[in-house]
């Protein structure tokens, strides 16, 4: 699961630095983490407004499957941009993270990951 959630974040940060739009950000080095919240809504996942106090911003869960899982949570994706606490002008993270709550209907969810 970790190594999909790696190549998906791969695939959003090729998606940042080869998009005609976000070339010039993606590059500079003075873009804020909150700069990048917007390429959500590019892939279909609009991001929440950025939140100064986790340093973040976030899409709201999007379900890919019918049933829940024992936890009682569909699988579902979300879209991510992480700022660093200590450095809350540095960013540290750009992922669509895959969330696998019902083993049973894995295969769903990785079928309606980007690329």
Not at 31 to 45: M, N
Not at 62 to 67: F, K
Not at 99 to 110: C, I, L, P, S, Y
């Amino acid at each position: 699961m970790v190594a999909l959630a790696w190549r998906v974040s791969l695939f959003l940060l090729a998606l940042a630095v080869f998009s005609p739009s976000c070339a010039v950000a993606a590059l500079s080095s003075k873009e804020l983490p909150q700069s990048y919240c917007s390429l959500g809504k590019e892939i279909g996942y609009p991001a929440r407004p950025y939140n100064n106090s986790t340093v973040s911003c976030a899409s709201n869960m999007v379900d890919l499957t019918g049933g829940p899982g024992r936890n009682g949570m569909r699988n579902n994706l979300a879209f991510y941009v992480m700022g660093d606490y200590d450095n809350p002008r540095q960013l540290m993270r750009i992922s669509l993270i895959l969330n696998v709550n019902n083993e049973k209907a894995k295969a769903a969810g990785t079928q309606k990951l980007p690329g």
